[in-house]
Structure formats: structure tokens, C-alpha cells
């Protein structure tokens, strides 16, 4: 039965991902412009028509849409993206350059939300002063309604200007990635605060919560005895919606702080119209999400006992 749900769930990410390379792909194609004859129909370069046609031919440009369809699939299925009009260069130089910044920030932020909308529920649990309670339940919602940038240009006009604790020339590695891990995770959490929060406050009603209770056991036992995995379950399914979220907050952050990554490539690639690197940097992301969401998927039965035994494992 286990296999039967992977399969189900493998099969069920594939064909969003099919769905997504498609839907891009159109998208590109309808898009006013030639990437080649941005680059190349320049009176400086002094190209004639024939070798603008040939230059076309060499990128598959003169073939149908079908065609340049059939051909940019089957070269993403054996891993290879493609050429960047204007770098020259394959794509995958250009993603294995800029991905890997983009995840570890990416990475990061999800780590630093999930800790925070942990932090933020069970410490308005956990807390004995109902003003407390109130304002950490209240958080969330300030959280969600910041835009990313301007959280970005505050906590560097904060940090770094005034506190001088961050600097903003020269950062060390590690400490430059501290405020835009804070940019990207902050409005993160804020969702995820508010589900668990509503989840542990109808699972505190549960007559299981009541039984154990009245055996003597303490709130912060059942919180993290009882509560914990039930209120868990609702907020997976919205961290995974939310990495898709994640990925696109990543790039303004990576704008703000003036970081090298998927950001600053996809920036380029909309200037240029190089639909090439655009295609490949929309799957990309779309593997990332589909691939949180499957992980997303799978930890259900870890958690949720009914399903696990539904599914015999």
C-alpha cells in the first residue's frame, strides 16, 4: 500500500512539473521580442540577414514551435537547459553559478521561519500573563502584512546603520547572510504561526488533552506529549505551499542586499529575453516546490498514526 501512495505522489509531482514546463514555455513563446536579434541585430556587429538566419538555425529558432518544444523537453529531461543568448554560455554554467547562493539563502530562511512560528505558538501557550499571550498571538498578523522589501531596507537601516552590529561593506560569509535570512523568514512564519496556533487551541479542547490533564500532567507535557503531532500536520502542508513563496521572496531579497544568485540571473534574462535561462530558472524553482511538497507528502504518515497504518507501514 506504501508503494501504491509514492507512486501516487511521485507520479502526481512529474506531471506538475510537465505542467509547469509547458505552461512556461508558452508563456516565453507569446512574449513580444528575439533574444537573438536584441543581441545580434546591432549595426555595430555588422551582420548581415544570412548570418542572422544562420545564427537563428544554430539556436533552433527557424524550426516551429512544435518542434522547439519537442527539443527543449527532451534536452531538460537529459539535463541540459540549453544555450544563454546573451552569455553565450550553456545555462547550466549560469544555474550552477547562481543556484547554489539562492538555495542556502532559500535553505536558511525555511529553517529560521519553521523555528520562529515554532517559538511564536508554543511560547503564547506556554506563557502565565494574558497581555503576553495576546501580543505574541498578534505577532503573525504585523509579520504577514510587511513587504519583503521594505523589511529588507528596514533592518539594514536598523542593524547595520544604526546598531552597526551587521556591516554592510564586506560582510564576513556567514554574516552577510543574517539579514536576508531574517527578510525572507519573517514573513514565512507569519502563516505558519497563525495555523499552529489555531491547531493547538482546538486540540487543547480534544477530551484526550482533558484525560491527560486530569492524570496530573502537566500543560508543557501535554503540549509537547499530545498537542505537538496533532497540530503539526495542517502547518506541513502550508510550509510546502509556502516554499514556492519562498523562492520568489528570495530573489527580491537577493535585489535588496545586492546578492549574487537566481535573483540577479533572472534580472538579466527579463532585460534580455533570454527565454532559454527564464525556462530553466521557472523548472528549477518548480522542482524545488514539487520536491518540498513530495518530502511534505511522505512525512505525513510519520506523523498522522491513522495513516500509517491505512498505508501498512
Known sequence: MFIKYLANRTGQALLVLWAAFTASFVLLQLLPGDAILIKF???????????????????????????????????????????????GVPVSQGLATNLPPT???????????????VVLAFASQLTRWGWLRSALQSLPSLFISVPVFW????????????????????????????????????????????????????????????????????RQWVLWKHVARNAVLPALTIAGVLFGELLA???????????????SLTQQAV????????????VVSATAFVFINLVVDLLYPVFDPRLRSRLGT
Open 41 to 87: 541585430l546591432n549595426p555595430e556587429l555588422g551582420l548581415g540577414p544570412q548570418e542572422i538566419a544562420d545564427i537563428r538555425a544554430a539556436y533552433g529558432a527557424d524550426t516551429s514551435v512544435w518542434q522547439q518544444y519537442q527539443h527543449t523537453l527532451l534536452g531538460f529531461l537529459s539535463g541540459n537547459f540549453g544555450y544563454s543568448v546573451q552569455a
Open 249 to 263: 521572496g528570495a530573489v527580491v531579497t537577493e535585489a535588496v542586499f545586492g546578492l549574487n544568485g537566481l535573483g
Open 151 to 218: 523589511l529588507g531596507i528596514m533592518l539594514i537601516q536598523v542593524v547595520s546603520f544604526r546598531l552597526g552590529w551587521i556591516p554592510v561593506i564586506n560582510p564576513g560569509k556567514w554574516q552577510g547572510l543574517v539579514l536576508p535570512t531574517l527578510t525572507l523568514a519573517i514573513p514565512i512564519a507569519a502563516p505558519l504561526a497563525q495555523i499552529l496556533i489555531r491547531n493547538i487551541d482546538e486540540v487543547l479542547t480534544q477530551p484526550f488533552v482533558a484525560v491527560a490533564r486530569a492524570k496530573g500532567a502537566t
Open 103 to 117: 538555495l542556502r539563502l532559500a535553505g536558511l530562511g525555511f529553517a529560521a521561519a519553521l523555528l520562529l512560528a
Open 271 to 282: 532585460g534580455n529575453q533570454d527565454t532559454a535561462v527564464l525556462q530553466a530558472v521557472v
